[in-house]
């Protein structure tokens, strides 16, 4: 599988951020049954990413400090940044300060990302098991 199972279920949480924030042709569903259902797919992916990396990343208990959120809560939030970043690129113009402010928000949890992870693979930092 090219790019991994993180890759995918990363896809998967934006397409669901997609159809929760954009909608289809711009319009979005405001059903509380279609928001619970994407709300529980959302549920179940954040599981299922907390489990690979539960079962795939050696974790180092023992001096590390623990994180606030699992890796799957992180993913879920740089997707829905992603979602909103790239609405902002196709919906405002250049110069609008939300636009702006969009690609900054996505780029700082990108970063934090990037930092969790080499601080989890370094044993500076464990994940919550939950």
């Keep these: 599988m090219v790019g991994g199972p993180l890759l995918w279920f990363a896809r998967d949480l934006a397409v669901l951020h997609e159809k929760r924030i954009v909608g289809r042709g711009g319009f979005v569903d405001t059903d509380p049954v279609v928001m619970r259902e994407i709300d529980c797919r959302r549920a ?9 990396v539960h079962r795939s990343v050696p974790q180092h ?4 400090t ?12 740089l997707a829905e940044s992603s979602v909103r970043a790239h609405h902002a690129l196709m919906t405002l113009a250049a110069q609008d300060e939300m636009l702006h402010c969009a690609w900054h ?3 700082e949890l990108a970063d934090a990302y990037d930092d969790l992870v080499r601080d989890v693979i370094a044993g500076r930092r464990r994940l919550p098991e939950w």
């Design 44 to 52: 179940e992916l954040v599981l299922a990413i907390d489990d690979w």
């Design 66 to 77: 623990l994180h606030t959120e699992t890796i799957g809560a992180v993913i879920d939030r």
């Design 61 to 64: 208990r023992l001096g590390a």
């Design 105 to 107: 928000h996505l780029a």
